[in-house]
């Protein structure tokens, strides 16, 4: 329900007089991210409301393929996470049909089979291959990254998709709350155990790796200390959705702290953070007071969906033009929406609570 209110508020909290450093509408090719400050209630109406096209060229209601098009990924290897449905499969399709070759990382392999027979069948051309990947389990990604790496396959990008939403309580097989341990610790093993494939893809290739966590807005509705360090598995004190949110807000710090690293050394590699959007099946499907009555809610999904809610091919779209897109080429650290640059928290975009995230994360994963 917290998720819900969040989003069906973008259209009633439009607030006047409330500066934000956000997205300016200079479409200048060489910079199109230069800001300046606009008004929320700018930003609410032009890039969301009435999904207007931003400084990208793209808006909310861009599909994945539309914001690929022309582009040629003929030569690259991704991997993407939670490929077996919704975003995540549709985000394979639309990397194959441009080219690249996808490695899908799958916890249901018959899924990611009917998958890949679906995509070839509709792209006869596609390179497309399924491994077994369970993120909330640390030995399940040991193996995923080491089968991988002794397969001799380049890796160009990486999407960091698979992900959980508001179970009930529960530990992970390395006894760590669920959604912490698959999204986000899982896929911060994944890319520090592929982090030298990519790097030596990048030298050899002498093109940019990128790195794409696939977040959400819902790192905003996090618990009130932001990452529970001290109290990670407590039970008592689990909040489901406070949850999501924090492994959520673990996604951007992730991305925000590798970025910096990348950088730091030199490497030819970018890491962002993104919100798909919501997507009406799998907000739905999560929501337990909506289980058995969701005839209810169609006429609400038919009369504010269009505004509001995603299908899934708009909800792959932001994962692959921060994949795919020439207009990001050293753009890392930085956080998007609707297909287009967005501002995250300010709990997300701080320094210190990320490296603080990157040595508890590393000490966890050990």
């Given at each position: 329900m917290v998720v819900l209110s969040f989003y069906l508020n973008k259209i009633s909290s439009i607030k006047l007089n409330q500066d934000l450093i956000l997205p300016s509408f200079n479409l200048d090719a060489?910079?199109?991210y230069s800001k300046k400050i606009v008004s929320e209630s700018e930003i609410s109406q032009d890039m969301w409301l009435f999904k207007r096209r931003g400084p990208s060229g793209f808006s909310s209601s861009s599909t994945a393929e539309e914001v690929t098009n022309g582009i040629d990924a003929s030569?690259?290897?991704?991997?993407?996470?939670?490929?077996?449905?919704?975003?995540?499969?549709?985000?394979?399709?639309v990397l194959a049909l441009r080219g690249v070759h996808v490695v899908m990382g799958v916890r249901n392999m018959d899924a990611g089979k009917k998958v890949k027979e679906t995509i070839v069948k509709e792209v006869p051309s596609a390179k497309i291959d399924a491994m077994e990947l369970d993120l909330s389990s640390l030995a399940s990604v040991s193996k995923f990254a080491s089968e991988f790496?002794?397969?001799?396959?380049?890796?160009?990008?990486?999407?960091n998709n698979a992900g959980v939403m508001a179970p009930p309580f529960k530990l992970s097989k390395d006894k760590i709350e669920?959604?912490?341990?698959?999204?986000?610790?899982g896929h911060f093993l994944l890319a520090n155990m592929l982090l030298d494939?990519?790097?030596?893809?990048a030298r050899k290739t002498k093109r940019e790796g990128r790195i794409v966590n696939v977040?959400?807005?819902?790192?905003?509705?996090?618990?009130?200390?932001?990452?529970?360090?001290?109290?990670?598995?407590?039970?008592?004190?689990?909040?489901?959705?406070?949850?999501?949110?924090?492994?959520?807000?673990?996604?951007?710090?992730?991305a925000n702290e590798l970025g910096r690293r990348l950088k730091e050394e030199g490497a030819e590699i970018t890491a962002n953070s993104l919100h798909p959007g919501v997507i009406t099946t799998n907000l739905f499907r999560h929501m337990g007071v909506f289980e058995g009555n969701l005839g209810v809610f169609e006429g609400l999904v038919g009369t504010l969906g269009k505004l509001v809610f995603k299908n899934v091919q708009q909800g792959a779209s932001t994962t692959c033009y921060v994949a795919l897109h020439p207009q990001l080429k050293g753009v890392s650290g930085e956080y998007f929406s609707d297909n287009n640059l967005a501002k995250a928290s300010s709990t997300a975009t701080d320094g210190d609570l990320a490296k603080k995230l990157w040595d508890f994360s590393m000490n966890l994963a050990k």
């Amino acid at each position: 329900m917290v998720v819900l209110s969040f989003y069906l508020n973008k259209i009633s909290s439009i607030k006047l007089n409330q500066d934000l450093i956000l997205p300016s509408f200079n479409l200048d090719a060489k910079n199109p991210y230069s800001k300046k400050i606009v008004s929320e209630s700018e930003i609410s109406q032009d890039m969301w409301l009435f999904k207007r096209r931003g400084p990208s060229g793209f808006s909310s209601s861009s599909t994945a393929e539309e914001v690929t098009n022309g582009i040629d990924a003929s030569g690259l290897t991704a991997i993407v996470t939670g490929a077996s449905s919704g975003i995540g499969s549709e985000t394979a399709r639309v990397l194959a049909l441009r080219g690249v070759h996808v490695v899908m990382g799958v916890r249901n392999m018959d899924a990611g089979k009917k998958v890949k027979e679906t995509i070839v069948k509709e792209v006869p051309s596609a390179k497309i291959d399924a491994m077994e990947l369970d993120l909330s389990s640390l030995a399940s990604v040991s193996k995923f990254a080491s089968e991988f790496r002794s397969s001799g396959r380049p890796l160009n990008l990486l999407i960091n998709n698979a992900g959980v939403m508001a179970p009930p309580f529960k530990l992970s097989k390395d006894k760590i709350e669920l959604q912490f341990a698959t999204n986000h610790l899982g896929h911060f093993l994944l890319a520090n155990m592929l982090l030298d494939t990519m790097k030596k893809t990048a030298r050899k290739t002498k093109r940019e790796g990128r790195i794409v966590n696939v977040s959400s807005e819902a790192h905003r509705l996090t618990y009130k200390e932001g990452i529970r360090f001290d109290r990670l598995n407590d039970e008592e004190g689990y909040a489901k959705w406070a949850a999501y949110g924090q492994s959520k807000l673990a996604n951007v710090l992730h991305a925000n702290e590798l970025g910096r690293r990348l950088k730091e050394e030199g490497a030819e590699i970018t890491a962002n953070s993104l919100h798909p959007g919501v997507i009406t099946t799998n907000l739905f499907r999560h929501m337990g007071v909506f289980e058995g009555n969701l005839g209810v809610f169609e006429g609400l999904v038919g009369t504010l969906g269009k505004l509001v809610f995603k299908n899934v091919q708009q909800g792959a779209s932001t994962t692959c033009y921060v994949a795919l897109h020439p207009q990001l080429k050293g753009v890392s650290g930085e956080y998007f929406s609707d297909n287009n640059l967005a501002k995250a928290s300010s709990t997300a975009t701080d320094g210190d609570l990320a490296k603080k995230l990157w040595d508890f994360s590393m000490n966890l994963a050990k």
